[in-house]
Structure formats: structure tokens, C-alpha cells
């Protein structure tokens, strides 16, 4: 398809299991951003790609939280020894453009992450 | 950084009524407002966006405002229909913080038939 394409799209981890959530963005798009949505919450920015280059990654919470996209296109965002307060949506986009002010970012559908 | 508030939460309103929400945002050097829509279990899909150069800008019934002054922004949606219930969520963006765009926690508009 076209769009920014997530897996999996739903995914229940136990307290403690590592997770991986893969983003496919839109072919050729330069800059790919991760964000989490907690319930009835807009989305906060986790990190920021442009091309392979991670520029900016002051929105991880925590070190558990690892992002990579090494050949500049798909990106995988890994969460280790999960914890119930990680329990929610994570959301890629994407957009032809660098940074987020310069026009419209492609969302995914999203991963919706629950911890037991 | 910025610090995005957005009002109300929720809003109901009768088809073909109007709805207004309204944002404000803090770092006066933020330049570029966009709106996403989000419906039920779908992705956020931008809907319209401004930039700090002008006041207002309108897309048939939708259309949004700026107060730079003030540090407010608005969305308009007139003749509502049911196809526009949804959760509506603003941002701000800046050069010096272009990596991040922040978002308002959302209105959860409801348009009755």
C-alpha cells in the first residue's frame, strides 16, 4: 500500500518481555518520527529520524527504549523488561520533508502495546 | 519547551450547527499549527494547518485562526455533519524545536443527526 504501514497492530507483552514494533513508512520519505499515545492523550514525541541518522531521541522515556531504522527506511522501536506504564499506542509517521514544521506528517495505524 | 492546551475535551453538537476549539500554546517561537483528525481506532490525518504569516485560512467548511499576540489558535467546522464526529487534536511546531510537534490532548466532537 501507499501509507505509513505498522506491525503488529496489536501486541500483549507480560511485565518484563522485550517487544519490538516495526514502522514501514511512505517510500522515500526522508524524516520517520515515533510517538505514544496514552488513552484519551494526544501523542507525545519519542524520537526522530532523518534518513539513518537518529537526530533526536529526548522523547524516550527511559533507556529500555531503543529505536533504530539503519538503512534509512524501515524503523523498529524495541521496548525491554516492558512495564505496565508503557501500556499504550505507538504511532510512526512520516514525511518527505525534514523536521515537523515544514507540512504534513503521514501517520500509521499504530501498535497498541498492553502490559500485564 | 511548549506546552500545548487544548478546550474543551469533549463537544456535542446538532448536525449543521458549528463547532469551535480552541488551543493555546506557550513558546512564542512556534510558527506552524496544524490539526489532525483521528476517528475512532484510525490514524491521526491532517485536516488543515497554518502558519504564523497569516490570521486565518479556510477550506470549505473548515477553517482556522490565529492569534500570534495572544498565543491562541482556533479550528471552525460550520454545517456539521456526521461524518466530522471524531477526536480533534491540535499542535505546535517550531524551527528551533522542528524535530518535535507538540499535541493538545484532544475534543471529542460528536455531531447528533
Known amino acids: 500500500g501507499a501509507g505509513v504501514s505498522q506491525s503488529p497492530r496489536y501486541k500483549v507483552a507480560k511485565r518484563g518481555q522485550d517487544v519490538a514494533l516495526r514502522c514501514d513508512p511512505i517510500s522515500g520519505h526522508v524524516s520517520l518520527f515515533w510517538y505514544q499515545q496514552a488513552l484519551g492523550q494526544g501523542p507525545e514525541f519519542l524520537t526522530y529520524f532523518q534518513n539513518e541518522a537518529q537526530l533526536d531521541k529526548s522523547g524516550l522515556p527511559s533507556d529500555r527504549f531503543f529505536a533504530e531504522r539503519p538503512e534509512g527506511s524501515v524503523s523498529t522501536l524495541k521496548i525491554q523488561r516492558t512495564q505496565q506504564e508503557d501500556s499504550a499506542v505507538y504511532l510512526c509517521?512520516?514525511?518527505?520533508?525534514?523536521?515537523?514544521?515544514?507540512?504534513?506528517?503521514?501517520f500509521g495505524e499504530g501498535s497498541r502495546l498492553t502490559v500485564l | 519547551g511548549e506546552n500545548v492546551e487544548q478546550h474543551p475535551s469533549t463537544l456535542s453538537v446538532q448536525e449543521g450547527d458549528s463547532a469551535v476549539i480552541k488551543c493555546t500554546y506557550s513558546d512564542s517561537a512556534s510558527n506552524y499549527f496544524p490539526w489532525y483528525k483521528q476517528e475512532l481506532g484510525k490514524r491521526p490525518q491532517l485536516i488543515i494547518d497554518?502558519?504564523?504569516?497569516?490570521g486565518e485560512k479556510k477550506d470549505q467548511r473548515i477553517a482556522v485562526t490565529l492569534n500570534k499576540t495572544a498565543k491562541h489558535f482556533s479550528l471552525h467546522i460550520t454545517e456539521t455533519q456526521p461524518e466530522d464526529s471524531a477526536v480533534y487534536f491540535c499542535a505546535a511546531s517550531s524551527q528551533t524545536g522542528a524535530n518535535n510537534l507538540f499535541f493538545g490532548t484532544g475534543t471529542r466532537l460528536t455531531v447528533i443527526p
Open positions: 509517521a512520516s514525511s518527505p520533508r525534514q523536521g515537523t514544521n515544514t507540512g504534513e506528517l503521514f
Open positions: 497554518i502558519r504564523s504569516n497569516v
